[in-house]
Structures are given as structure tokens and as C-alpha cells.
């Protein structure tokens, strides 16, 4: 619980996060699902409105490092060491995207994370998938 409560302070204090509006959704044992909106000022393509693929890798990227900080067996910081995004379609216009990150393994240093984004079309299939893997420290037992 712990760990989450920091997950949620460290999103909401970061200036870069804000300024593309994201917002945590729900946080958990090493998942995390944030949001982010649709914003003319992100739009990567002006005659479709299709959100640039760095705001959507920006989005993952923070989702899978919330996931990471919100393991209870960690010390709560991460670093990107690698992400892999593959793109699989362009986000509707218009539309909120949502980042779903679960951190499903870890050793003495290493967080390896799977991510999904989707956007309010879910049927459609996903924006975009990830795997990655961001700095851990697991967290001295206390005896």
C-alpha cells in the first residue's frame, strides 16, 4: 500500500505528466492504468488528428514505471532501461487513450513490465503494446 500511495504522489507531482494531462486511474500490487487525452497540441498528423507516437510512447512509459514503483517489494524508484512499443494502429481523434502496465516479474535489479494502450474504440483492437524493462531495488526485509 505503501509503495502505491508513492505511485500515485510521484504522477501526480511530475510537471511533464501534467502537461499531457495524464491521470492515474487505478494503481495496484505492480499494475497501474493511467489516461491521457485527446490534445490539438499533441496531434502528430493535422489532416487525420492523430496523437503523435511520442506522446502515446510517453504515456506507456510512465504507466510501466507506475507499475514498477507500485511492486511492495521494492523501494518505490525506477528508471527506464528499455522499452519496446509496437504500434498498432493509429488512435481515433477525438479520443482518450488509456494505458494499462503490470510489472510480472522481477530479479535483485531488474523490472520487466507488458503494456497495452487503447483508445475509447477498445473493440478495435490496441493503440499500441509494450515490454520493458526499468531499474528495481528490492526492498530490505526488516527482522
Do not use: K
Not at 502505491?4 to 495524464?22: D, N, Y
Not at 500490487?29 to 490539438?40: C, I, K, T
Not at 509494450?130 to 531499474?135: C, L, P, R, S
Amino acid at each position: 500500500m505503501q509503495n502505491q500511495t508513492i505511485a500515485r504522489q510521484v504522477i501526480e507531482s511530475l510537471p511533464f505528466s501534467q502537461a499531457l494531462g495524464m491521470r492515474l486511474e487505478e494503481v495496484g500490487e505492480g499494475r497501474a492504468v493511467l489516461s491521457m487525452p485527446w490534445d490539438a497540441r499533441l496531434v502528430g498528423d493535422p489532416h487525420t488528428g492523430v496523437i503523435h507516437g511520442g506522446a502515446v510512447s510517453a504515456l506507456m512509459d510512465t504507466t510501466a514505471g507506475t507499475a514498477v514503483i507500485a511492486r511492495g517489494d521494492g523501494t518505490g524508484t525506477t528508471a527506464t532501461l528499455d522499452l519496446r512499443i509496437d504500434y498498432m494502429r493509429p488512435a481515433r481523434s477525438g479520443q482518450r487513450l488509456r494505458c494499462e502496465a503490470v510489472c510480472y516479474h522481477t530479479t535483485r535489479t531488474v523490472a520487466f513490465i507488458r503494456a497495452t494502450t487503447q483508445d475509447e474504440d477498445a473493440e478495435a483492437g490496441p493503440v499500441a503494446t509494450a515490454v520493458g524493462a526499468f531499474t528495481f531495488e528490492r526492498r530490505e526485509e526488516v527482522s
